[in-house]
Every structure is written in structure tokens, then in C-alpha cells.
T-cell receptor
Framework: AQSVTQLGSHVSVSEGALVLLRCNYSSSVPPYLFWYVQYPNQGLQLLLKYTSAATLVKGINGFEAEFKKSETSFHLTKPSAHMSDAAEYFCAVSEARAGNNRKLIWGLGTSLAVNP | NAGVTQTPKFQVLKTGQSMTLQCAQDMNHNSMYWYRQDPGMGLRLIYYSASEGTTDKGEVPNGYNVSRLNKREFSLRLESAAPSQTSVYFC??????????????FGPGTRLTVT
């Protein structure tokens, strides 16, 4: 069965430090992968997505993620953390089935804290 | 263009009461979803509607019903609320056409407390 594992439910970094949030997936077919961000008391917002084009995907707010098939990973990075990056981050993979309207399978989320 | 809207934003119910959460999208999307979010459990799919006129159960459908009223609207009903249904509920929509699983767009959520 497909699954998404986010390593580390809580990550804390200093302002200006590298942000690295880990996501590993399992899928029997080439996956579509997504990172979403949720700011406090808000809905989820798409950060970036991988849909089998370039393996390095750039998203909003300076985030990027690299698809590594050999490692079944899609880790999210940002070179320099900002206080405004403090949020919950979710990784998701699309269902491995043919046809339209595939559901997303979600990781449990990683809460990012940014310390001054 | 409001995207995905949800009403109400907050609700407190007593055990056994019923209520309907409303969701509407103005993006002409085919698919709509209801999730609940609980601490440490991520997002869990309650029901979804792949297209107008169809609905299907997700991971945690017990205690809920849904109606896809038209292409824009997808409501979630709690017939007899229980404290275990205290949660934040999110509605989402996606295009879902052309064989590509388009991303889901989320509403702001409804915070429900059942006492």
C-alpha cells in the first residue's frame, strides 16, 4: 500500500539556518508528490509539486524539493529560515491508480519552529 | 474569486445534536473532499466526491453523511454529534481532469467542539 513518512514531527531551526524537512514515500508507480504548508489557524496551501518533469522543484517562499527515485524521497529545503516560515508542513503522494481524480495520501506533518 | 469557502468557521455542539457543514468552490472543479484534522493524526479523509452526482467513503466515514448538491457545493452532515467528532474540518477541491492528479485547494476550516 502507498504511504508517506515524514521524519520528525517537530523540527526547530535558528533564523537564517538551513531548513530540511524529510519526506519518504512508497509507490508502485511513478508518483506525483506535493508539499503543503499550514500556517496557524489556516487551511493548507500548496508549496510545490512534482509531476515527473524536473526532479528539482522550486516552490513559493524560497522553498524547493528534490525528487530522488533511488531513495524514494522528496525532501523540502530552504537555504535560510525566516520567522514567517514557522508552520506545519505536509507531504503528500497521489494514489497509484489509473484515471482521473486520484486522492492524495498524506504524511502526518512536521511542525517547524524558527528561533530568533 | 473566493476559492474554497466554508461555513461556519466555529461551532459548539452538545452530544446528540446535528449540524451541516457547508462548502463551496468557485473554480469549476470536478472533485471535492472533506477531511478532519486532529493533533498528531494529520489529515484523514472522511468522504469525497469525484464528480457531481457521486460520493465515496474515505478513511473515517462513520458518523458522517455528505451531499454533493451541485458542482459547486459539497456539504458534510453530522446526524448525532459525539465528543470524538471534535476536530477541525477542511473542505478541498481539485480539477482532477486530463489524467493528472491536480493539487487540492483547501478552505479555511471549521473548528467544531462537541461537549
Amino acid at each position: 500500500a502507498q504511504s508517506v513518512t515524514q521524519l520528525g514531527s517537530h523540527v526547530s531551526v535558528s533564523e537564517g539556518a538551513l531548513v530540511l524537512l524529510r519526506c519518504n514515500y512508497s509507490s508502485s508507480v511513478p508518483p506525483y508528490l506535493f508539499w503543503y504548508v499550514q500556517y496557524p489557524n489556516q487551511g493548507l496551501q500548496l508549496l510545490l509539486k512534482y509531476t515527473s518533469a524536473a526532479t528539482l522543484v522550486k516552490g513559493i517562499n524560497g522553498f524547493e524539493a528534490e525528487f530522488k527515485k533511488s531513495e524514494t524521497s522528496f525532501h523540502l529545503t530552504k537555504p535560510s529560515a525566516h520567522m514567517s516560515d514557522a508552520a506545519e508542513y505536509f507531504c503528500a503522494v497521489s494514489e497509484a491508480r489509473a484515471g482521473n481524480n486520484r486522492k492524495l495520501i498524506w504524511g502526518l506533518g512536521t511542525s517547524l519552529a524558527v528561533n530568533p | 474569486n473566493a476559492g474554497v469557502t466554508q461555513t461556519p468557521k466555529f461551532q459548539v455542539l452538545k452530544t446528540g445534536q446535528s449540524m451541516t457543514l457547508q462548502c463551496a468552490q468557485d473554480m469549476n472543479h470536478n472533485s471535492m473532499y472533506w477531511y478532519r484534522q486532529d493533533p498528531g493524526m494529520g489529515l484523514r479523509l472522511i468522504y469525497y466526491s469525484a464528480s457531481e452526482g457521486t460520493t465515496d467513503k474515505g478513511e473515517v466515514p462513520n458518523g458522517y453523511n455528505v451531499s454533493r448538491l451541485n458542482k459547486r457545493e459539497f456539504s458534510l452532515r453530522l446526524e448525532s454529534a459525539a465528543p470524538s467528532q471534535t476536530s477541525v474540518y477542511f473542505c478541498a477541491s481539485s480539477d482532477g481532469t486530463g489524467g493528472v492528479p491536480y493539487e487540492q485547494y483547501f478552505g479555511p476550516g471549521t473548528r467544531l467542539t462537541v461537549t
